[in-house]
């Protein structure tokens, strides 16, 4: 059953979601950002977590 928790990488301090369980997952997955090998005890898939409100978003203005 895919689990899912959240944490910083332990290199860069960028917030991830580790996905564990899910298609990809694998025992030595890389950050997205830094590109570091973070270590996990089961299959996991990382993608940076992007919701929190510490997150900085671009709004795109569409321009007519």
Do not use: I
Request: charged share 15%; net charge positive.
């Amino acid at each position: 059953m895919p689990t899912a928790r959240f944490g910083p990488c332990p290199h860069c301090t960028t917030q991830l979601s580790f996905l564990e369980g899910v298609n990809g997952s694998t025992l030595s997955p890389k950050c997205p950002r830094c590109h570091e090998v973070v270590s996990v005890q089961r299959a996991t898939f990382l993608m940076a977590d992007n919701s929190g409100p510490g997150t900085r978003r671009t709004a795109v203005a569409k321009v007519t």
